[in-house]
């Protein structure tokens, strides 16, 4: 190294290449450059697609209850028993569709976690399900999610329920959210809980939420870009929560083209799990830690989203519970009931209409919080009998 | 953080905003040097302590060399401090395992224990790019960076930290010496590179990425099909990945107004293996001409020392890659290709005769076979793959049809760009349903998830 012959080839050879003392160094290896005016067309398009695809879709792909199916009694039965597919609960796409599509047709929304969805029993047999049947027309609609948690149901209704305005309200509060400080997100280990893309992503911070930063930014602008929202659509729809690349490993020779069918199935009328009490389920009473309501994530998320519901015009009616009481040892009992009471004076002083069902008799129940068919009988009648109630 | 990550967007619009504020200051470069101590810093804070070991001792050496005295001295001790911090962090693991396994075949007991250590992101990068600073001063071809900030940001800037290119510092030192306002063309290229890149690795690198993985994970389960398949698959993944990388790379400092060189240049359509080595990772194969092989004597002595020239210079370079035989294996085999094809290519038969489809095919199955051994997990794994698909059955490959058409689609553009067919690709609609075409296809197609860079692993 050093001497003049090795500097003189190593000059030599990078002006070789270039064919000038002073290299241009090429764009590219390909012909993709745009313009800064070319680039303010192409930004203008891509801002219209975003948008214009997600709205277009809507036109083509069918979903929804079919209207023409047949009438039992004066109801539409399948309208009426109506609830988003179980499969597809962390299709916000489509939890945002059909909002918009209820509120064109003047519903009351019955907003909830698994206990408004219903978890134990058949979609004619949900507490909407009821409601409606006691109405006499398909008057209100089954938002519920399973699983939605209050954390992530403010998520869903900021972000994915804009339509929900102006209208009458029934909220479910179910108080299992708040039974420990895991179901409250409280604990700091990391853990797997229900819809993390619906939970505020940088705050409040949720301790046991450890997505990285860049999923996080990720999700944050999904909530707010149509076209992404939409693809997840596509992803949970047509393609069994996958990417379609990975889908297509898994799936080597398929078109997956044929995948996309346009057509959201309707939710079959199949029990997840067998109709039985809790007890019969092998259920025992248990001691629960009930978080403190101050400090609570859960019941703070709560809160925020009866403040985003009210700010939007909307009128109020919450249900707390129905809770089953008898799966509780005295004391934690005792801490439950006190909950309720500070809950109930909350809601008071906000002046929002609300109802604690009595508990039903113990068989009623299929497990810590969700009732069976005739618990949600039994509910839905006790409603429809408080002036209060929206109708 | 890497660059098709959403965290690298709010990084760089925070550090473009005040980038566009100082640019015409004498805070320029003192803010490039913040911003990708932070970029780097991300991924570990410690490996800060290292990048800016290295640029304290090389500023410092390269002003002792000014002084006139003892210069090849100061030259020797940087280049022994530098490649002495590659080989400790990156081949320390490697050497050990290598005098155990000597130990053992010659009887002994003892053995070295494995040391655990953390290799940092890039280090072969700026490194190479420090060693080649010091040798460009040494010979006077660069004249000695006396701004300790500039030539820190030098050493670290971002948008080539972590996998390059190898930018020299004639080029890049002497676009931070300069101050330039960035033009708005500027950033009008840097957006253009950027989305051509991130389309490039996330969109077919990561996609080919799954199949590959699957079939070189478990080699034996597999037939001659399946690790054809792969191996083809693979050659375009590495493509895509780093390529995509470079592009990227290049359009962030295109973007700040930089001119970065470029690194990829339609390597597979080469018709020689010199050919493809001065279309792939130009600014290392570049590297190691200038620094490795001419200093040996290149082509200056003879026929016989050109070709032991070349091919210790592929296998340092093989070597370069990772630190496993695997990679040396591979560097060998372009060094005993370059000196077995170095006549041929040179005849006129190669040259008039040969159809140029032909010759394509040839360099790019001889680039294929050798990627074999880059990619396979290990030596054993490597000579599987290699037996299997010579001597095993066709069983069905499962390669997903989904990943034809974008493969295909891709090759076919980049022939048409080098062939009469290129007008048409500059037509502005083409361009801009393009780019569009390519923003929708990773909005809609493309998982969130963020994988690596291949080349980050060297």
Redesign the interface.
Known sequence: ??DA???Q???K??TA?SGKDK?E????????????R??A??AV??AV??VWIPRGWQRIESFGPDPKSPRTTNVNHEESSYRIPYELGYDYWLYERYCNDEAAKDKIYVIGDSVIWGQYVRKGQTLPAFLNQLSGKARYANMGVDGSHPVALEGMIRYYSTAIKNKDVVLLLNPLWMSSLKADLQTTKEYRFNHPRLVPQFYPIIPCYAE????K??IA?EHRIP??NW?NH?QVAYFENS????W??E??????LKNITLQIPDPDNKLLHEPMSWIERGLTAQNMEWVDLATSLQWNAFQRLVKVLRQRGNRLFVIVGPFNEYMLLENSRELYRQMKDDIAKWLRQQNITSYIPEPLPSELYADASHPGVEGYQRIAEDLFRQEAFPK | MMFQSWLFLPFFLIFFLVYLLVQKTSARNLWLLISSYIFYGWWNPLFLILIGYATVVDYFLAWLMEKGEKRKLWLSLSIINDLGLLAFFKYAGFMTENINALLDRLGSSFSLDMPSILLPVGISFYIFKSVAYMIDCYRGTVTREKNFINYAAFVSFFPLLVAGPIERAANLLGQLRQRRTVAGQDVADGLSLFVVGLFKKVAIADLLSVYVDKVYGVPSEYEAPALMLATFAFAWQIYFDFSGYSDMARGIARMCGFKIMLNFNHPYLATGLRDFWARWHISLSTWFRDYLYIPLGGNRKGRFNTYINMFITMVVSGFWHGAAWTFVIWGALHGLGMGLTREMERSKFYQQKIPKFAKQMFIFVFVCFAWIFFRASTWDDARLIVGRIFTSGLADPKFPLYFLPLILSVWLYQFMYESRLQAILKVSAVRVGLVILMILYLSIFVSSGVQAFIYNQF
């Open positions: 190294m050093g012959a090795t500097q080839e190593v000059i050879s990078r290449s290299q160094i090429p764009f590219s290896s390909n012909a993709i450059r745009l313009s800064l070319e680039w067309v192409t398009i891509v697609l975003f990285t930063p860049s999923k930014i990720s602008l076209l992404f693809s596509i990417d379609i690349p990975t297509s490993i799936h080597p020779y398929a078109n997956f």
